[in-house]
């Protein structure tokens, strides 16, 4: 490697020596350098820049990857420019444990069934939390750590490397020498033209230290004024962020109305009271036991479909018994199809009975003066 060290050597003393001035400047134990307004406005600016993204992108960090061992694990592989190897979510693994665990009761019975409806949407959510999490790094925590690692790592560099003021000491020398020697010594004139020669190089020398110290302050204040325009690239990031928020959300409040939904077809896998089927008439005994179809598509003859009545009855014409009345508790809401249907809301109590030709799966409903078929698997009968 071709270098001169001697220059080297003398570049990292005059660093060293400017860094030890901006670090006493700091800690108030030297002169701070004089600096007109707008620029000392523009440092304080930058500073409050650089430590609320600081706050921002760590906190950011924590959000996205709450395990901080996880973190430190991205952080290595970042620092020696490796891909970061791909992690699966805590919502994907949940589904595979429950994908697996269904294995084993088996997809046929209730709660195998349900486990791999749930599992296959808890994997969903955790595809759409990968896609969150990669969207956001690219888009909000990338060109903050740009920032703090590109841009202000610049700006500190020329902070510290300002050219110090030259202290008015260096020609002072001259009266503090008059003070010292006798009152009728008088310089050779060899001696005085040495010592205005010694005051004309230290003159030449605070000229130039001066214009280097404005030109690098020049340099400093074209990139402290670049800071308005990291406020409008952070501000377009902040509304990526934002957006990648609420398309993640929405992904999930869409997968869990559909899981919803998908639950719903299975009311009878979690009756709150397993007693209840033992205490049901023959024909709705077989409906309220585990596994049956769900609400709407009970009939074993046409699965998918709810069977209507066979024959042409008119539920206005019906006429309850006069015995083998029972309540019953509405465990969902139901609308009706038509007028011969009664809606239901769930937790409400009818009063339910059964006819001659009546379909198994349906009851004759009543409540008040109102009165239509219920389906059997939307209730729960009471003793």
Known sequence: MDFNLKKLTSDAGVFFTRAVQFTEEKLGSAEKTELDAHLENLIARADCTKNWTEKIFRQTEVLLQPNPSARIEEFFYEKLDKKIPSRTTNGELLGQYMLDAAKDFGPGTPYGSTLITVGEYQSRLGGAEREFLQTSAINFLTPLRNFLEGDWRTISVKLVKRMPRVCKAVIKAEPDFQETRPRNYVLSASASALWSEEVDKAEQELRVAQTEFDRQAEVTRLLLEGISSTHVNHLRCLHEFVEAQATYYAQCHQYMQELQKELSRYPNSFASN???????????????????????????????????????????????????????????????????????????????????????????????????????TYLELLS
Do not use: F
């Open 274 to 376: 397993p007693s209840t089927s033992a205490t049901c008439p023959s024909p709705v005994s077989s409906a309220t036991l585990p596994g049956v179809s769900p609400p709407g598509l009970a009939s074993t003859s046409t699965p998918g479909i709810a069977r209507e009545p066979s024959g042409p009855l008119k539920i206005q014409d019906v006429q309850p018994p006069s015995t083998g009345h029972r309540k019953a508790k509405v465990l969902y809401d139901y609308d009706a199809h038509d007028t011969s249907e009664l809606s239901l809301l769930a937790d409400e109590l009818i009063t339910v009975y059964t006819v001659p030709g009546m379909d198994p799966d349906w009851l004759v409903g009543e409540r008040g003066n109102q009165k239509g078929k219920v389906p059997v």
